[in-house]
């Protein structure tokens, strides 16, 4: 009896030591198995490149050289620099899938920016700050969007003549439209249902004669094309209106504050 007893003490002692050492060990193992960070919502990449603006009211239009914009050579080089610099899982978690995707698509992303030394009739010229690219991917409702970000104009339209809504079809159907083909080609064989690139450019009441051109004030339009309608577009099946009708475009105009408003624009 007594050995018995001895027995049952030894076995109870190996089953607590096995449910204390499980209980160590599966907080653990639960750990190791994480779910990747989720990008961030596209409206709220928009919003938060209000920065943009003010690079664009320095260095294209007053023209002051230590805001002057980057070539896309310099966007290739800020790039790859970029890609070395991994960020910190305490950072910003959506930065994290952010770099992720950029790293899986690093190649992708080379060419885009090589092609666009010339966007439209311009050179191509971007606008950031030292510690970010042009480069963004964010989350639609229904799947992954890749965006070139910052995209200058030296365009400065005439608040006399035009809408705000007029002077943001303008620059997509100059600036944007031209590029999407290319965009579509680089990114067709991926999971990357939409491409869109965000153009800043000028506005300013002509009639204003005064030294300071305190009129003068950038805007920015958007356009998010998805890789099932742009690919219509490039095969000829769809035409320039009716892509732009199914797209999404966002505008933050001279007079709105922070947020953009999403808009409906016919081409001219």
Not at 13 to 30: E, H, R
Not at 102 to 111: G, P, R, T, V
Not at 130 to 146: D, H, L, N, S
Not at 149 to 168: C, E, H, I, M, Q
Request: one cysteine or more.
């Amino acid at each position: 009896m007594q050995r018995f007893s001895s027995l049952f003490v030894i076995f109870l002692i190996i089953i607590l030591n096995y449910a204390f050492s499980f209980g160590q060990i599966q907080p653990q193992d639960t750990g190791a198995i994480t779910t990747p960070p989720p990008l961030v919502p596209l409206i709220s990449v928009l919003n938060v490149g209000t920065f943009v603006e003010t690079l664009w009211s320095l260095g294209v239009g007053l023209d002051q050289p230590e805001y002057k914009p980057k070539s896309n050579e310099e966007v290739l080089k800020d790039f790859n620099q970029w890609l070395l610099s991994k960020p910190k899982v305490e950072r910003w978690k959506g930065e994290i899938a952010e770099y992720n995707f950029a790293l899986k698509y690093k190649e992708n992303i080379k060419k885009i920016i090589d092609h666009l030394s010339f966007i439209g009739s311009e050179r191509g010229m971007f606008l950031y700050n030292k510690m970010e690219i042009p480069v963004r991917f964010a989350q639609a409702e229904t799947g992954m969007v890749f965006l070139v970000t910052g995209v200058g104009s030296s365009t400065v339209f005439n608040t006399l003549r035009t809408t705000p809504k007029s002077r943001a079809a303008k620059i997509i159907s100059t600036k944007i439209l031209p590029e999407m083909e290319t965009f579509y080609d680089f990114f067709k064989d991926t999971d990357i249902k939409y491409c869109g690139m965000a153009v800043v450019y000028g506005s300013e009441d002509f009639s204003d004669e005064s030294i300071s051109r305190v009129s003068l004030k950038a805007e920015v339009v958007t356009l998010v094309v998805s890789s099932e309608n742009c690919k219509k577009f490039v095969d000829g099946i769809m035409t320039e209106d009716q892509l732009i009708d199914l797209s999404d475009i966002y505008l933050k105009d001279r007079d709105m504050g922070f947020n953009v408003k999403k808009i409906k624009v016919t081409l001219e």
